[in-house]
């Protein structure tokens, strides 16, 4: 049953929109409020928006995959 619609996905089309880019990673940052909790990773938005610029090149090629 699987094997059959498989054979046939096409999948979702891959539209420019979709994409991450460096000031689409870097706006969210910016708009993102701050002094809130840490997650179960114990980071919050301070520690992105004041990390190394390169963070925000890394993760948008990473999220762009």
Do not use: W
């Amino acid at each position: 049953m699987f094997l059959d619609r498989c054979h046939d996905y096409i999948g979702s089309p891959f539209l420019d929109e979709y994409l991450f880019d460096v000031e689409l990673v870097e706006n969210v940052f910016s708009q993102t409020k701050r002094r809130k909790a840490a997650g179960l990773d114990e980071l919050t938005i301070e520690h992105l928006v004041n990390s190394h610029p390169v963070l925000v090149a890394i993760l948008s090629k990473f999220l762009g995959v």
